[in-house]
């Protein structure tokens, strides 16, 4: 989901807590022949939540972990009522499944030996607890445990935004500069379409809590849900265009956060479908800050009369209004 800099949301160094936190051993799951260090791979969260930060620390110092080549998988040991919060059987399944998506993640967006500094995981950590999944940063990203075992995990997704290079960090600017600056349709529509595209390849049930339908109804999805959001000519304005939709981050959300990733993703979708796949794309969103120039320039398309042209062709006559600044 990505919220970066929004009301409300805090961040904090999590060093000394993470190094704390590598110097307890869980009961469950730990090898005694190799070292805690190389067992509990601690990951790094650059702009984490306050919930992160602790949930982060709880699992690395009572949970267990599962490792693979490119994934580590943060577990709880037991539930809120002391039982055994997932079998082994189970976080097997999850952690190959991750990592099978992770490996073929990174080869489709051109980076197969993507790194975090030195390390090439992504790391996931799965409180049992209730909340936006998210990556805030660095190669970790939070997802609630119920959403990984009942397969209704944007985990795809989260680890898009980790994955996708970014000469630059949205997250971490002041609040003011990314609201106005910020393309948040791309972030969010590259994001989801590229989950959604490995997820095919791979086979997965892809799954987004907000626009959970398949790849064939997501036009129809967008249309019906930018028709039926507040402002539709506000909505739109800021998608293809730079700066964060505000009510996305505040009491209105629920009305317009699935109008925005419906209509983001399958604009994005109709771009990469455009230029034949998704390099152009991916060149532009690495441009920090000069996504929407770069992105016209390497496509020789105005990205106002590429969203007019997918709009008419979901069948949407709205003119965006001028509240977002289009460069
Ligand atoms: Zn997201």
């Known amino acids: ?107 489709f967006i051109g980076a197969p030996d993507w790194s975090c500094g030195d390390d090439r995981r992504v790391f996931f950590y799965f409180p049992d607890a209730n909340f936006i999944s998210h990556a805030p940063g660095g190669n970790t990203a939070f997802i609630p445990l119920w959403r990984i075992r009942q397969d209704q995990a944007p985990w795809l997704h989260e680890a898009m935004h980790l994955l996708v290079k970014v000469d630059g960090d949205w997250l971490s600017q002041a609040d003011g500069v990314a609201e106005a600056r910020m393309p948040l349709w791309l972030h969010e529509g590259l994001a989801e379409a590229l989950a959604m595209a490995v997820a095919e390849q791979e086979g997965f049930a892809h799954y987004s809590p907000l626009i959970d339908v398949p790849a064939d109804r997501l036009d129809a999805f967008a249309a019906e849900h930018i028709r039926a959001c507040p402002d539709p000519p506000r909505l739109l304005a800021f998608v293809g265009g730079r700066g964060k939709l505000s009510e996305l981050f505040g009491e209105e959300r629920m009305q317009y956060a699935p109008a925005f990733y419906a209509a983001s993703t399958p604009f994005v979708r109709s771009l990469a479908r455009r230029d034949g796949g998704y390099r152009l794309l991916l060149r532009a969103i690495a441009d920090f800050d000069n996504e929407i120039t770069t992105y016209e320039r390497l496509s020789g398309r105005s990205l106002d009369d590429s969203r007019r042209e997918w709009m008419a062709s979901i069948g949407v006559e709205i003119a965006p209004s001028s509240v977002a600044p289009s460069r």
């Open 1 to 107: 989901m990505n919220q970066p800099n929004s009301v409300g949301l805090r961040r904090r160094p999590i060093v000394a807590l993470a190094v704390a936190s590598a110097m307890f051993l869980s009961a469950c799951g730990t090898n005694p022949h190799q070292s805690p260090e190389a067992m509990r791979p601690i990951g790094t969260s650059l702009n984490a939540w306050d919930e992160d930060i602790a949930r982060k620390a709880e699992l690395e110092s009572v949970g267990t972990c599962r490792l693979r080549r490119d994934v580590v998988a943060w577990f709880p040991c037991a539930d809120s009522r002391g039982a055994p919060a997932i079998s082994e059987a189970e976080m097997s399944t999850i952690v190959d499944k991750l990592e099978r998506g992770i490996r073929a993640a990174k080869v």
